[in-house]
């Protein structure tokens, strides 16, 4: 199965590649992002190991039943050749209601079908205020390759 735009990446490419993977988080749908994956993939999210398709998909259903409501902005840092680095911010509620904002750095590398065989995701969360939220919804176009993560 080939998923481009596929490697090497150019800017242009690596923009689709970084939309694509947040409009497919943004859907909340394990089955659906899991697709982006080879079926070998390993992933580092946080202080959690997973390994291929199933894993990824048993842990993207773990959370998203614990973080409702959940909202993704992704912004790509840098690429080359096969190769991509995005930060992100996303934002959720907990099933006490308190609202979260995290905030992390992933790095990606894809095979040659344009799956991506690799992840690392460093992760940070900061407790927030429903008020202070500001990652509602998917993004809107006008709003695609616009930079909205501010620092803080």
């Given at each position: ?92 509620h ?7 904002r ?47 993560l501010?620092?803080?």
């Open positions: 199965m080939t998923r481009p735009p596929v490697p090497p990446f150019t800017e242009e490419t690596a923009l689709i590649k970084v939309q694509s993977a947040e409009d497919a988080w943004n859907t909340c749908d394990p089955d659906v992002v899991a697709q982006a994956y080879s079926v070998d993939s390993v992933w580092r999210n946080r202080d959690e190991f997973v390994t291929g398709r199933n894993e990824i998909r048993a842990f993207l259903r773990r959370k998203w039943d614990h973080e409702l409501d959940y909202a993704l902005r992704k912004q790509l840092w840098s690429w080359s050749g096969n190769r991509i680095a995005v930060r992100f911010q996303y934002e959720c907990d099933a006490t209601g308190q609202w979260w995290s905030y992390g750095n992933e790095l990606w590398e894809f095979d040659e079908e344009g799956l991506m065989r690799r992840r690392e995701a460093s992760i940070n969360d900061l407790r927030i205020d429903e008020s202070e939220r500001r990652v509602i919804g998917r993004r809107s176009e006008a709003d695609r390759g616009v930079d909205v501010p620092v803080r």
